[in-house]
């Protein structure tokens, strides 16, 4: 049966860097590849900046252009994504699908390198990162280099379910097999980065290539932003934005295992569901937090969290983030600064 190679840009309002992107996608050497381009119903120029693109290339690769109807979010893009896939991909029975920002530049060889690594791995059910460089809002000029210790104690689904290691999802590839086994995503998860990959734990591994083929844009208002340029509201207003997400993460990742449970009876989850466990707590203390109107209320949160044995160092990093945020910028630009030391 045959394998289908599918890259697949996914834009919201990125009218500023959308044809990099595009044209990056255009320059992919490998070929046969479908170029997916998927717009989640922008209400800036973005889509009409796609379609004069598509318009004007005459190369090799076949283009397909989408768009949402209204704006779905991460998780229902997703899933609606891999339903338009599955309907395309006629007689194969296996996908690559190579995921790409609206805003990041891929290397030309991205497609090639992810394919042959995919093929080494019997077209398995994986997911595949790489290292990434980062760059300006130009597109050109380099910023910092990102790799990452990707022992195998890091690439275990143990480890993707306490949360203690996630991949650059800006570089992610993954089988559709994970998503013909597990099934969409929950629509509240804000970190598809988090349940893929333990997803491809599960089956078929998660692998690192130790090449940077992903220029990640630092601009404002995307997914990442430098730590040491984050103020203290940025902080507060990320652990807002994200703390239902998180246990939607969390919730997902329970379902995905108690479904694997039934596929591999062998397996052994007791340490992965006590770590699952463990981490949905946290998170749904973390979405109290976030719901509360009051400092006395959270307070009174943070306490019940000590007493149920959360580890004193996360609540403090709540108690930052409401009551000390001038401290916690400070530790934060600390801790960036040692990493940038150490690139």
Known sequence: MSKRVYFVITTYNQERYIKDAVRAAFAQQFEPLT????????????????KQEVAAYTGEHRVLCRQSSQNLGLARHANALNDFIGKDMGEADAALIIGAAGDDISLPERTAILYEKWKQLNFADVSLFSAMQTVAEDGITLVEFYGMDCSKDNLTAAAFASGTFSVYGCTQAFSKGLFDTFGPLFEKVVHEDAVIPFRAALRGGVHFIDRPLVCYRRVSGSAWKARSQRTSKDARLQFLRHA????????????????????DTN?????????????????????????????????????????????????????????????????????????????
């Open 244 to 263: 239902s997400g998180n246990v939607a993460v969390a919730e997902n990742q329970f379902a995905d295992l108690q479904r694997y449970l039934q596929i």
């Open 35 to 50: 170029i997916i381009i998927s717009d989640d119903c922008s209400s800036d120029a973005t889509f009409d900046l796609v």
């Open 267 to 343: 397996i052994s989850h007791e340490k992965i569901g006590c770590r699952l466990q463990k981490k949905l707590d946290h998170y749904r203390y973390e979405a109290r937090l976030a719901q509360a109107s009051s400092h006395v209320e959270r307070l009174i949160i943070m306490l019940g969290a000590v007493r149920a044995k959360v580890p004193v160092r996360k609540v403090f990093k709540w108690f930052s983030i409401f009551f000390m945020p001038s401290f916690y910028q400070y530790i934060t630009m600390r801790q960036a600064k040692k990493k940038s030391d150490h690139v």
